[in-house]
C-alpha cells in the first residue's frame, strides 16, 4: 500500500517498522510482482499463515503495535486512513 510506504519513509528514522503481511495463497505471484512494481521500502512477509492464526479475514487490516507490543489500533476501512494512522504514530513516538 502506497500509504505504508509513505509512512514507513516519514517515521522510520524515528523508530517506526512497517511489516506488510500477504497470505492470500492463490495471488503469490501476483503479490509478489506488485510489491517489486511497486518498489516498496518496508519489509513484507509474505505466505506466513498469520492470517489464519490470527483470524484475520478483511483486507486490508492494520495493527498499530507498541514497542512494548500492546496492540494499540486494529484498522480495517482505508478510509482516511492515512490522516488517523498518522495521528496515532505520532502520538505513540512522542511518548
Do not use: W
Not at 2 to 8: E, G, R
Not at 23 to 46: G, N
Amino acid at each position: 500500500m502506497p500509504v505504508l510506504n509513505s509512512l514507513h519513509m516519514k517515521y522510520k528514522h524515528q523508530g517506526l517498522v512497517v511489516i506488510g503481511i500477504n497470505d492470500i495463497d492463490d495471488k503469490l505471484p501476483e503479490i509478489r510482482s506488485y510489491i517489486k512494481e511497486k518498489d516498496y521500502q518496508y519489509h513484507q512477509l509474505i505466505n506466513t499463515g498469520v492470517n489464519k492464526r490470527y483470524a484475520i479475514n478483511t483486507f486490508p487490516t492494520t495493527i498499530l503495535i507498541d514497542k512494548k507490543g500492546i496492540i494499540k489500533n486494529i484498522d480495517i476501512s482505508y478510509i482516511g486512513f492515512e490522516d488517523s494512522m498518522t495521528k496515532l504514530i505520532e502520538a505513540e513516538l512522542n511518548k
